[in-house]
């Protein structure tokens, strides 16, 4: 007699919060050559901050530029082509923070190559370099698949974070939490998993992205959670 396949047990999705916390280094740059070296030395932890830390932080108004970098080189230097070159740079298309490094300093020793004098900055508006402490809080809610349609709409932009931001750098796969989670499943959810695996990280806020990942759940999903 045959015996019966064990179902897979996958558990349920624990929703965190949290909280991003800003700390000084007390490394500042104050002209351009400067704010190359400083990034040869500047822990990891700090490069991370200032791509993906204003996501979390309060603003009236959309930021000109996604990186600290870039509003700097802009609004201190005023260097508008570097500012240009420094926003393009996508932190996702770099595997880790040393790559991303690299092309920082590469991008900057390109601009000091071609400008006749340094961009300095006014003693007022130097280059701060801080780095950033998570703060994780467990919600206690829980989910299951099908509930995902209607919680996805109610989780704060800390969640999206830490589930879909912050995972990757602690993910040995490199994926959100969400697909982490899904994979589990096996190939059940694999066209919500590649539908999530394609949303823009970088170029759009917590907001858009808790919207696109509502809408695939609900598109995927349906309301059967409801």
Same mark, same amino acid.
């Given at each position: ?14 929703? #965190?919060?949290? @909280?991003?916390? %800003?700390? @000084?280094?007390?490394?500042? %740059? ?7 070296? =400083?990034? #040869?030395?500047?822990?990891? !932890?700090?490069?991370?901050? +200032?791509?993906? !830390? ?21 609004? /201190?230097?005023?260097? +508008? &082509?570097?500012?240009?070159?420094? @926003?393009?740079?996508?932190?996702? /298309? ?6 991303? =490094? ?18 300095? %900055? $006014?003693?007022? +508006? ?13 919600? $206690? $809610? ?9 919680? #996805?709409?109610?989780?704060?932009? !800390?969640?999206?974070?830490? +589930?879909?931001?912050?995972? =990757? ?5 490199? &994926? ?13 959810? %694999? ?5 999530? !695996? /394609? ?28």
């Amino acid at each position: 007699m045959q015996k019966k396949r064990n179902k897979k047990v996958v558990s349920p999705f624990a929703i #965190m919060d949290c @909280a991003l916390i %800003a700390i @000084a280094t007390g490394i500042r %740059a104050q002209n351009l050559r400067e704010l190359r070296d =400083r990034l #040869m030395t500047i822990p990891p !932890g700090s490069i991370y901050y +200032h791509f993906w !830390g204003g996501l979390m932080m309060p603003r009236l108004e959309e930021p000109e530029f996604n990186n600290d970098f870039a509003a700097w080189t802009r609004h /201190a230097l005023h260097d +508008h &082509v570097l500012a240009e070159r420094l @926003a393009m740079i996508d932190p996702t /298309a770099f595997p880790d923070m040393e790559e991303l =490094r690299q092309e920082l300093i590469e991008v900057i020793e390109r601009r000091l190559e071609e400008v006749e004098m340094v961009p300095w %900055a $006014k003693v007022d +508006h130097q280059f701060y370099f801080k780095r950033s402490k998570i703060v994780i809080f467990n919600t $206690k $809610k829980i989910a299951d698949p099908l509930m995902l349609p209607p919680i #996805m709409p109610t989780l704060s932009r !800390g969640s999206i974070f830490y +589930h879909f931001i912050d995972a =990757r750098r602690r993910a040995p796969i490199g &994926v959100d939490d969400f697909s982490a989670w899904l994979m589990g499943f096996d190939d059940q959810y %694999a066209t919500l998993r590649e539908a999530i !695996g /394609a949303i823009d990280l970088y170029f759009t806020t917590l907001a858009e992205i808790r919207q696109r990942l509502s809408s695939l759940c609900t598109e995927h999903l349906g309301g059967a959670g409801q």
